[in-house]
């Protein structure tokens, strides 16, 4: 016998084209890929990130795409991100969270408590205010997916904050997950592998630094860092009903890293 769902139109049947997305961290690698990838399949993205759009990236997106600069550190520009949203589009469909910064590089015995503070707030507090504000706004369910690491699953050294904070982006997911699922919204983890990026060089910019690089590109047993569109492919996955099973998940796209 056929299930009757209040979310039918959400599981499935809403074309992608027809949603209204929010994109954090949308000038940088992987959100920017992420929004070009939305943009190209119809969605209405709004992209959001802590520095103003140049004119280069709102042509990339096109007009159905509108930017709102936003630091999701604070709340309250958060608030603003998802009334701007509303006020626009009149809806909400998805978000894909995803701004972040990378570890400070020490041993967690050097790390001083506004270094710590820093990353955890990025990285983990703008995830929390994102979903305290978009899942009341996706009147008609929704799909949100949140951008942890290989370092939310593993650890390496040197690393201890932002270890920490994408351990707790999975588990933020996974409690967001249960309290959605009743209301139709889904929320996922897509767990990057290294993934080349303005976030990546920068972590190698040091030309001593490159056999560092090296042996961290072998580590993934594809031989090679992730392009940040390799990412994108998946996240569009889980924003559209193709996906209408799929919450509380963690979705790794790390060329084997974590299976070795
Ligand atoms: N590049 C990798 O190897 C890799 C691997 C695993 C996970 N990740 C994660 O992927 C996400 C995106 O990383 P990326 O590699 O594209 O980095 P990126 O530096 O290219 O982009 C990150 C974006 O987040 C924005 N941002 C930073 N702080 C912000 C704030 N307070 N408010 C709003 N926006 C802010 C930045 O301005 C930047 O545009 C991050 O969460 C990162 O931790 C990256």
């Given at each position: 016998?056929?299930?009757?769902s209040?979310?039918?139109?959400?599981?499935?049947?809403?074309?992608?084209?027809?949603?209204?997305i929010?994109?954090t961290?949308?000038?940088?690698?992987?959100?920017?890929?992420?929004?070009?990838?939305?943009?190209?399949a119809?969605?209405?993205?709004v992209?959001?990130?802590?520095?103003?759009?140049?004119?280069?990236?709102?042509?990339?997106?096109?007009?159905?795409?509108s930017?709102?600069?936003?630091?999701l550190?604070?709340?309250?520009?958060?608030?603003?991100?998802?009334?701007?949203?509303?006020?626009?589009?009149?809806?909400?469909?998805?978000?894909?969270?995803?701004?972040?910064?990378?570890?400070?590089?020490?041993?967690?015995?050097?790390?001083?408590?506004?270094?710590?503070?820093r990353?955890?707030?990025i990285?983990?507090?703008?995830?929390?205010?994102?979903?305290?504000?978009?899942?009341?706004?996706?009147?008609?369910?929704?799909?949100?997916?949140?951008?942890?690491?290989?370092?939310?699953q593993?650890?390496?050294?040197?690393?201890?904050?932002?270890?920490?904070?994408k351990?707790?982006?999975?588990?933020l997911?996974?409690?967001?997950?249960?309290?959605?699922?009743?209301?139709?919204?889904?929320?996922?983890?897509?767990?990057?592998?290294?993934?080349?990026?303005?976030?990546?060089?920068r972590?190698?910019?040091?030309?001593?630094?490159?056999?560092?690089m090296?042996?961290?590109?072998?580590?993934?047993?594809?031989?090679?860092?992730?392009?940040?569109?390799?990412?994108?492919?998946?996240v569009?996955?889980?924003?559209?009903?193709?996906?209408?099973?799929?919450?509380?998940?963690?979705?790794?796209?790390?060329?084997?890293?974590?299976?070795?």
């Open positions: 016998m056929a299930q009757h209040p979310h039918r139109e959400e599981a499935g049947l809403r074309p992608l084209e027809a949603k209204v929010i994109v961290g949308a000038l940088g690698g992987i959100g920017g890929a992420a929004a070009r990838e939305l943009v190209a119809g969605v209405h993205v992209a959001t990130d802590i520095t103003p759009a140049g004119d280069e990236a709102l042509a990339q997106w096109g007009a159905d795409a930017f709102f600069r936003a630091d550190t604070q709340e309250d520009q958060v608030a603003a991100l998802v009334a701007h949203t509303l006020e626009r589009h009149g809806r909400l469909d998805g978000a894909f969270n995803n701004a972040g910064i990378e570890q400070h590089g020490k041993p967690l015995t050097q790390l001083d408590a506004a270094e710590w503070d990353v955890l707030h990285n983990l507090g703008s995830m929390f205010f994102c979903l305290k504000h978009q899942i009341p706004a996706m009147a008609s369910g929704g799909s949100i997916v949140l951008t942890s690491s290989i370092l939310g593993v650890a390496v050294p040197n690393a201890a904050e932002y270890i920490a904070s351990h707790a982006v999975i588990g997911m996974r409690a967001a997950a249960i309290e959605g699922g009743p209301l139709g919204i889904r929320v996922n983890a897509v767990l990057p592998g290294a993934v080349d990026t303005p976030l990546l060089r972590q190698f910019d040091d030309p001593a630094l490159l056999p560092m090296e042996a961290v590109r072998k580590a993934h047993p594809l031989g090679r860092f992730a392009l940040p569109e390799e990412i994108a492919k998946a569009k996955w889980l924003l559209s009903g193709e996906s209408s099973f799929t919450t509380g998940a963690t979705i790794s796209i790390d060329g084997g890293f974590t299976a070795t």
